[in-house]
């Protein structure tokens, strides 16, 4: 089955600075790569997606870029404020073909953004 | 538009016995995915349903299971509770692929 490897673990960045988050999948039949955010005690929301057929996506301080021949993916944060300090995931599925929406995630980020 | 809602938030159980957690999808959504989230293993699949069939089924034993009603409501049934089995339990809800938004979890402790 799939596998989403995610490094680092733990990353602390000083407010303003870029933080750059990324994960690795083996199965390349996964074409649907969405990244969550968790903060403490609450629900892991969803702050940015890509799809196979996109190389980067942006969404104003957020981006992701995916390179599907070395079946890696990236999240960037810009200018990180301290309410970006959260657990960020990254995730993996095959749902655009039909192989429903069986999200394999990695083992998360502890982003820490300092004043 | 109302979010996912998951019922209840906490749950304290006995060894040995048997919970029920409900989720309630967004209006329109006809995938619930259920997960289990610990602090040791993370983020892990446990099924999928949509439109009341089992569409994908994670690694988890036959103790764990599911279903889904015609209002696309789903629960997630855990009988012979072990002490492993305390922890987060998120439902996620798709309208059909892709962009999956998760409830605020139930917490289970089993004691």
């Known amino acids: 089955g799939e596998n989403v490897e995610q490094h680092p673990s733990t990353l602390s960045v000083q407010e303003g600075d870029s933080a750059v988050i990324k994960c690795t999948y083996s199965?390349?039949?996964?074409?649907?790569f969405p990244w969550y955010k968790q903060e403490l005690g609450k629900r892991p929301q969803l702050i940015i997606d890509i799809r196979s057929n996109v190389g980067e996506k942006k969404d104003q301080r957020i981006a992701v870029t995916l390179n599907k021949t070395a079946k890696h993916f990236s999240l960037h944060i810009t200018e990180t404020q301290p309410e970006d300090s959260a657990v960020y995931f990254c995730a993996a599925s095959k749902g655009l073909t039909g192989g429903g929406n069986k999200l394999t995630f990695g083992t998360g980020t502890q982003l820490k953004v300092e004043l | 538009k109302a979010g996912v809602t998951q019922t209840p938030r906490y749950l304290i159980k006995t060894r040995g016995q048997q919970v029920t957690l409900s989720c309630s999808p967004i209006?329109?959504?006809?995938?619930v995915s259920w997960y289990q989230q610990t602090p040791g293993q993370g983020l892990q699949f446990l099924f999928e349903?949509?439109?009341?069939?089992?569409?994908n089924k994670g690694n988890f034993p036959g103790r764990f299971s599911g279903r889904q009603f015609s209002n696309s409501r789903s629960e997630m049934n855990v009988s012979t509770l072990e002490l492993g089995d305390s922890a987060l339990y998120l439902c996620a809800s798709s309208l059909e692929r892709e962009e999956a938004f998760f409830g605020q979890g139930t917490r289970l402790t089993v004691v």
């Open positions: 199965d390349s039949a996964s074409n649907y």
């Open positions: 209006s329109g959504h006809r995938s």
């Open positions: 349903y949509f439109s009341e069939t089992q569409r």
